[in-house]
């Protein structure tokens, strides 16, 4: 299998089909190094993060969007909201991806109302602008063969019980979620990086693909 014959893999072509009457053409990407984009390769995909799909299909359809991305690996939600909150809103997006959590679940203390309200206080804002806001869930671990036996049952239920919360948090703001939990390639080894933490080039792959969609089903439009 490869990019171009992975079902759950757009092309930013075909991506653009689906985002047919986007009317974004500022987006800001916030959160830690889900959002940053880091990886690594896999055979028969290109090297790129889940945004280097995402933009080219939104270009497809707004040429002139511009994008920032304020990301950075290693941040819990309360220190993407310190660092970075304020430069999302300084650039007046009107499409905002935010991802970020992760981090809180791998705590010493794991306390998931504290992890809702930071992303309450992070999510607000930003939808208060009247941008889509996307956020997302978290695949589930238990397919990926790199992360450390010893830890996975705690951190899949923590990334779960996070996952639930983000969900909350945005549908009470009406944002888009994606549902990474439940997606069919979760429980697959082909989507972890060596370090058992992040998404390879396949993993990045699908969540570009899913951002995408959910954008055509937020436009109305038909996703296959």
């Not at 014959?5 to 800001?28: I, M, Q």
Request: aromatic share 8%.
């Amino acid at each position: 299998m490869s990019e171009s014959t992975d079902p759950y893999v757009l092309s930013p072509t075909e991506g653009g089909r689906l985002l047919t009457g986007a009317p974004w053409t500022r987006l800001a990407i916030v959160g830690d190094s889900a959002a940053e984009g880091v990886t690594e390769p896999y055979a028969g995909y290109g090297l790129g993060a889940w945004f280097d799909l995402v933009v080219p299909a939104l270009r497809t359809v707004q040429p002139e969007l511009v994008h920032v991305n304020l990301g950075r690996r290693n941040l819990l939600t309360a220190e993407v909201r310190e660092s970075q909150l304020q430069a999302a809103l300084d650039f007046e997006p009107d499409l905002v991806v935010a991802f970020c959590g992760g981090n809180d679940a791998f705590r010493r203390e794991f306390d998931p109302d504290a992890v809702e309200e930071q992303l309450t206080a992070l999510f607000e804002p930003l939808s208060a602008t009247g941008a889509t806001l996307v956020t997302s869930g978290f695949f589930d671990i238990v397919g990926n063969p790199h992360f450390d036996p010893r830890y996975r049952e705690v951190a899949r239920e923590r990334l779960a019980a996070i996952s639930v919360r983000m969900q909350a948090v945005s549908e009470r703001l009406k944002a888009v979620y994606l549902d990474m939990q439940s997606h069919p390639t979760s429980r697959e080894a082909s989507i972890w990086s060596g370090d058992g933490i992040h998404l390879n080039a396949r993993g990045q792959a699908v969540l570009g693909t899913e951002v995408i969609r959910a954008l055509a089903d937020r436009l109305g439009n038909p996703v296959r």
